[in-house]
């Protein structure tokens, strides 16, 4: 069913995207494990790498380092990081896939005129190539990832770039606690998905909004800004 232009006009709504549009645990726990099995660290399982991804890549090598108690130096680290890159760019695409409802969801909201972007702690030109590769790089302005903003989420910064100006209404809309903290600090509501990648309960992070379908996510939207003073 069509979304109602008096709802959407002008809106500007800002995603992030691992664990929000797209399923892409496997293909990071797949570079993940390319860069510390080496080091003699035990295999990192999918379910696990859900809990680390939120806060970028060096946080998710750390993390694993971390729950095996295994040393990690600053030199190391970006070492790992360059191999990580690496081995993630080189088929970034593979076993990831989006959650369901996302082309039909976003198809929508542009129809019924709102401005989308990507508010995302992934490396842009990885989150470039990733969007291109599922298709989904057509629905929106822009993408900001960590180094086309001045501070990555939680910062309020990232929401604010990603927005853009001159909208009637926002949203950041996300699955774990940077989002919700960085929309909190930009000064606009948020929506948390349960299904996503989160250290903490979904229910238990303070968004605005906590839903299970992203094809949820224009209900939920038009339920926070109609109960928004004029």
């Known amino acids: ?87 993630y760019k080189s088929d970034v695409a593979a076993d990831s896939v989006l959650f369901p409802r996302v082309h039909e969801t976003l198809d929508a909201l542009r129809a019924a005129g709102a401005r989308l972007s990507v508010c995302t702690n992934k490396p842009s030109g990885l989150a470039d190539l990733l969007l291109r590769e599922l298709a989904l790089d057509q629905h929106f302005e822009r993408v900001i990832g960590p180094e086309r903003t001045r501070a990555k989420k939680p910062a309020a910064d990232h929401v604010h770039e990603a927005l853009g100006t001159g909208f009637s209404h926002a949203a950041m809309v996300g699955d774990s606690a940077p989002d919700v903290d960085a929309a909190r600090a930009a000064g606009v509501p948020s929506i948390v998905l349960s299904y996503g990648y989160s250290e903490k309960p979904a229910g238990s992070l303070g968004a605005d909004r906590l839903i299970h379908e992203f094809s ?7 339920e926070i800004w109609r109960a928004m003073p004029d």
């Not at 069913?1 to 549009?21: H, K, Q, W, Y």
């Not at 496997?26 to 494990?33: C, G, T």
């Not at 090598?61 to 990580?84: K, Y």
């Not at 949820?216 to 038009?222: I, R, Y």
């Open 1 to 87: 069913m069509p979304l109602s232009r008096a709802v959407f006009e002008n809106t500007s709504i800002a995603f992030d995207l691992d664990g929000t549009l797209v399923d892409t645990a496997p293909d990071l726990v797949r570079a993940l494990n390319a860069v510390i099995l080496p080091r003699g660290l035990r295999p990192v399982l999918v379910s696990d790498v859900r809990e680390m991804v939120g806060r970028g890549a060096r946080a998710m090598i750390q993390r694993a380092h971390d729950r095996q108690d295994a040393s990690l130096a600053p030199d190391e680290m970006d070492e790992l990081f360059d191999a990580f890159i690496e081995s």
């Open 216 to 222: 949820d996510v224009p209900e939920a939207l038009a």
